[in-house]
T-cell receptor, first 116, second 113 residues
Framework: DSGVTQTPKHLITATGQRVTLRCSPR?????VYWYQQSLDQGLQFLIQ???????AKGNILERFSAQQFPDLHSELNLSSLELGDSALYFC???????????????FGPGTRLTVL | GIQVEQSPPDLILQEGANSTLRCNFS?????LQWFHQNPWGQLINLFY???GTKQNGRLSATTVATERYSLLYISSSQTTDSGVYFC???????????????FGQGTILTVHP
């Protein structure tokens, strides 16, 4: 158990719908990262939050958004879902005490999203 | 961005055999991690090893940062070692990576009894 929790574990929805994925980082970790794993693209970085603020963006679609709350949990919102959004979505957390302090990232169990 | 290449893409072993997985990366890194993705999809941390050598039971890893590669050694393999092994790196080349990991395509390991 990495200490990172994600809910739900599985999500099945229809095209055009909107879903919210939730992540709770390890106790004391300030950084939250979101990654997407799909068959054709592999594991890709989406977005990072540090202590409530967006810090870095990767290949995240405009239909996707995220936020980190004062208690440091994070949510990834996916809207206008398409078949191609079906993937495993991971959240990871790390201590990252200051900019440039890159620490080991620990991954949650993932949310498997299926868009029908 | 940084490129990460893993080899071999597939590896089939008999239980008890040893193996070496390789990860090459194209730029200097400040984070390198090895993961095992089990058949249920979980990503399990194996090593955090931006440089040097570490050992954990039957597994060990070495990263030679100056030559931009890392090796994962698995000794006396077991069927439970099956799965996908990923190498992932973070770089601050350009100054704005903020720790995001770039993953290789993985090595699919199958261990037969």
């Amino acid at each position: 158990d990495s200490g990172v929790t994600q809910t739900p574990k599985h999500l099945i929805t229809a095209t055009g719908q909107r879903v919210t994925l939730r992540c709770s980082p390890r106790s004391g970790d300030l950084s939250v990262y979101w990654y997407q794993q799909s068959l054709d693209q592999g594991l890709q970085f989406l977005i990072q939050y540090y202590n409530g603020e967006e810090r870095a963006k990767g290949n995240i679609l405009e239909r996707f958004s995220a936020q980190q709350f004062p208690d440091l949990h994070s949510e990834l919102n996916l809207s206008s879902l398409e078949l191609g959004d079906s993937a495993l979505y991971f959240c990871a957390s790390s201590v990252d005490l200051w900019a440039g302090n890159y620490n080991e990232q620990f991954f949650g169990p993932g949310t498997r999203l299926t868009v029908l | 961005g940084i490129q990460v290449e893993q080899s071999p893409p597939d590896l089939i072993l008999q239980e008890g055999a040893n193996s070496t997985l390789r990860c090459n990366f194209s730029d200097s890194v400040n984070n390198l991690q090895w993961f095992h993705q089990n058949p249920w999809g979980q990503l399990i941390n194996l090593f955090y090893i931006p440089s040097g050598t570490k050992q954990n039971g039957r597994l060990s890893a070495t990263t030679v940062a100056t030559e931009r590669y890392s090796l994962l050694y698995i000794s006396s393999s077991q069927t439970t070692d099956s799965g996908v092994y990923f190498c992932a790196v973070a770089t601050n080349a350009g100054g704005t990576s903020y720790g995001k990991l770039t993953f290789g395509q993985g090595t699919i390991l199958t261990v037969h009894p």
